[in-house]
């Protein structure tokens, strides 16, 4: 199973949170983010860290979340230990056991899954676990169904240290260890979509008899028009319509059913589903990518872990009563088909149809910059003939390459702390700088007095606590010590352990080797230094190689032209709807979103700058956006999207904007690959003989400015010019 980069940064996460000292971790997740890829994956490597362990996963009621959890897991991880509730009650809790049970089950009146004789016996089965020794991780999925009096008890009877609590929208938990995945992590891995596009292209006022009508028409327009593209593609997926109707609503339903009869979608013919409670119609197979309905109608919600990646368009009808806006209802449709972007905003984004103002206020403040007015805006005819060349990958990888790794790592150890042939110069050069050169295991603790319990440890006596080494003993301490370095920069634990071997180990050959240990020694060397060589393989994977070399037999090159549309999202809500008039496209506004707020400023330049003709903003990912290819440190190939073309004095610019620097002159860019990124425009820039380069903002001056020529850090250099001075 391969992660993605969010997923492996979860899991590390998670394996930190484990050690600190709150006892509810809360892993915060979007609808869509692999949630139970990165439990399943997560609880694996624990295990084989950890030894007497047993997760209990607990789930709500509705939809079998229990069957479908362990079944994942089951799919994923081979040969799992994997139980539901009634295997407990056959066998009890063993080592290892992944068990997934529905708590309602147990907890909920007149529920006959478990009778009071067997309610003992559970109570038993952990009783007796505990007693061998065995300790109990909680993993609460659905956190936010699951926060009662009842569940708190079933979770008490575990006696557990951690509890880990699931959810896109968890309720607060006091001193919680949080870990939140972030949406745009998750939209860039390709696994969401975009954008979520609200009424998109309606006109300023509707005005129509009969709201069904109007927003079905353009739900069902809006279908069709996703259906041909990925036909285009030749994707067999059938874009999915997810109506949602209020509760007591049969008049409604019977007027949406008819509308869809007129189009020849009925339920007769399986075009048409229905998801309500006392009404189940071709739900079979609907969450296939090629299912045969084009919609469903439900009321207030499915069932909890419904999956239907197809599902495009929601329609969300006026309830005329106070409604609690879900955020669940919203994360129904924006999973990818196939867990990629196609590279068409048409098909990159889902749509909102409504007319409830509530319902659409509640979806912008959940969803902020994702979720934004839309309408298409054309280019002008004068920017059509604009051609540049653009770089598109070929070699598609998503794995590090482990021999690029090793290099990067042992090319760290030479800059940074001057390691060479001399395997016993290395060792003492390493030790000067704090790695621990011991056969034995050395712990620390401290020793002191204090008059109360928030004291300062730094002021307290320092004890090294020396642990002979026992392979046997220590050896899951290595592993585990191992698998974290490898989480640290996304390799698996194989391949860590070889590139560690391969340095340390003199039983391994490798031209760059630093110290030349026996096998036995290795394991001490790993278990003393954990943190300094995880920091060291983090620091290996950003640095900068010596030189950026890029087989351009690898990259494809085609020609650039300004996208003939482009579908425009902007903040209806803004105060100022001022047209950018340079832009490329007409009817460009101000109020354009997202963007940070040096795109903001740099687009208000372009505006009132004489030299500047024309502005593009182009794509951050697709086909039809300009892109430049370069290969990383492990040599996978990406994909660089610079921010803006620009036309100015006769010439094209390409332009890419960071964060600033603030008042002190402190980087304020968040991005540690910007100096690669500039090198790679500037080279660019050097093939197709182009001007342009990295433009961030002066707090101190409150001027923009650019360097063109050498990356510098310090905005005080040379290297940095005021934008005014270059483009007045």
């Not at 569940?151 to 870990?179: L, M, V, W």
């Amino acid at each position: 199973m391969e992660l993605k980069n969010f997923q492996q940064k979860a899991v590390k996460s998670l394996f930190e949170a484990m050690e600190k000292p709150a006892r509810d971790i809360i892993l915060k997740s979007p609808t869509g983010s692999g949630k139970t890829i990165i439990l399943t994956y997560f609880m694996n490597q624990y295990i084989q860290s950890y030894p007497r362990t047993v997760f209990i996963w607990l789930t709500p009621g509705k939809g079998n979340l229990e069957e479908q959890s362990k079944g994942k897991m089951d799919k994923y991880i081979h040969a799992a230990q994997t139980k539901l509730l009634p295997d407990v009650m056959t066998e009890g809790f063993e080592e290892n056991d992944s068990c997934f049970i529905n708590w309602e089950k147990l907890t909920k009146k007149g529920n006959n899954a478990l009778k009071e004789s067997e309610r003992t016996n559970f109570l038993e089965y952990i009783r007796r676990a505990l007693d061998e020794g065995l300790r109990f991780v909680v993993i609460v999925d659905e956190s936010h169904q699951n926060n009662t009096v009842k569940a708190d008890e079933i979770i008490q009877y575990f006696h557990t240290r951690k509890i880990i609590r699931c959810s896109a929208t968890p309720k607060g938990i006091r001193n919680a260890e949080i870990i939140e995945i972030s949406e745009k992590d998750v939209i860039a891995e390709g696994l969401i979509k975009k954008m979520l596009m609200i009424n998109e292209d309606f006109p300023r006022v509707v005005n129509t008899e009969n709201q069904i009508d109007f927003l079905l028409e353009r739900a069902y327009a809006k279908q069709r028009a996703l259906r041909s593209a990925f036909l285009g593609l030749g994707k067999r997926i059938n874009p999915l319509i997810v109506v949602q109707i209020p509760n007591k609503s049969e008049a409604l339903q019977g007027g949406i059913e008819r509308w869809f009869a007129r189009q020849g979608v009925t339920c007769e013919n399986r075009q048409l589903a229905v998801w309500l409670s006392d009404r189940h119609e071709n739900l079979e197979g609907i969450d296939a990518n090629d299912g045969e309905p084009v919609a469903v109608i439900i009321k207030q919600a499915v069932a909890t872990g419904w999956d239907c990646p197809r599902a495009h368009i929601l329609v969300k009808l006026r309830d005329n009563m106070d409604e609690t806006f879900e955020i669940q209802t919203i994360g129904r449709i924006r999973r990818m088909p196939e867990a990629i972007h196609y590279g068409s905003d048409l098909l990159d984004s889902c749509y909102l149809y409504t007319l409830d103002e509530k319902f659409t206020a509640g979806v912008k403040q959940s969803l902020g910059k994702n979720a934004l007015d839309a309408c298409t805006l054309f280019l002008k005819n004068e920017h059509k003939p604009i051609t540049l060349i653009s770089e598109q990958r070929t070699m598609v990888s998503s794995s590090r390459n482990p021999q690029k790794a090793l290099q990067a790592i042992a090319r760290y150890f030479e800059t940074e702390y001057g390691t060479g042939s001399n395997k016993k110069e290395n060792a003492t050069r390493l030790q000067a700088q704090g790695f621990v050169m011991s056969g034995d295991i050395i712990r620390h603790t401290i020793s002191g007095e204090t008059a109360t319990l928030a004291f300062d440890s730094e002021n307290m006596n320092r004890i090294d606590v020396t642990e002979r080494l026992s392979t046997h003993t220590h050896g899951r301490d290595y592993h585990q010590r191992i698998g974290r370095i490898g989480l640290e920069i996304g390799m698996e634990y194989s391949y860590m352990n070889t590139i560690i071997r391969k340095l340390f180990d003199k039983n391994f050959h490798y031209s760059r080797k630093i110290l030349a240990l026996e096998p036995r020694a290795v394991y001490a060397f790993v278990l003393n230094n954990a943190e300094m060589l995880k920091q060291i393989a983090r620091a290996a994977m950003a640095s900068e190689p010596v030189q950026m070399q890029m087989d351009f037999k690898n990259v494809s090159k085609v020609q650039f032209h300004i996208p003939q549309t482009c579908l425009f999202t902007f903040d209806g809500t803004a105060k100022t709807q001022k047209v950018m008039k340079k832009n490329v496209y007409q009817g460009y506004l101000s109020s354009a979103e997202p963007r940070s707020s040096s795109e903001r400023k740099f687009e208000k330049f372009c505006e009132n700058s004489d030299s500047v003709e024309w502005v593009y903003k182009n794509g951050d990912k697709g086909s039809e956006y300009l892109s430049i290819v370069y290969a990383d440190n492990s040599d996978r190939q990406k994909n660089f999207y610079p921010d803006y073309l620009i036309g100015a004095r006769g010439e094209v610019w390409v332009i890419e904007t960071k964060g600033g620097f603030d008042r002190s002159g402190n980087s304020q860019d968040i991005d540690l690959f910007t100096p690669k990124k500039f090198q790679v425009l500037k080279d660019y820039l050097e093939r197709y003989g182009l001007k342009g380069g990295i433009v961030r903002n002066d707090d101190k001056s409150d001027e923009l400015c650019i360097c063109m020529e050498h990356y510098c850090g310090d905005i005080q250099s040379d290297d940095w010019q005021l934008l005014s001075n270059v483009l007045p």
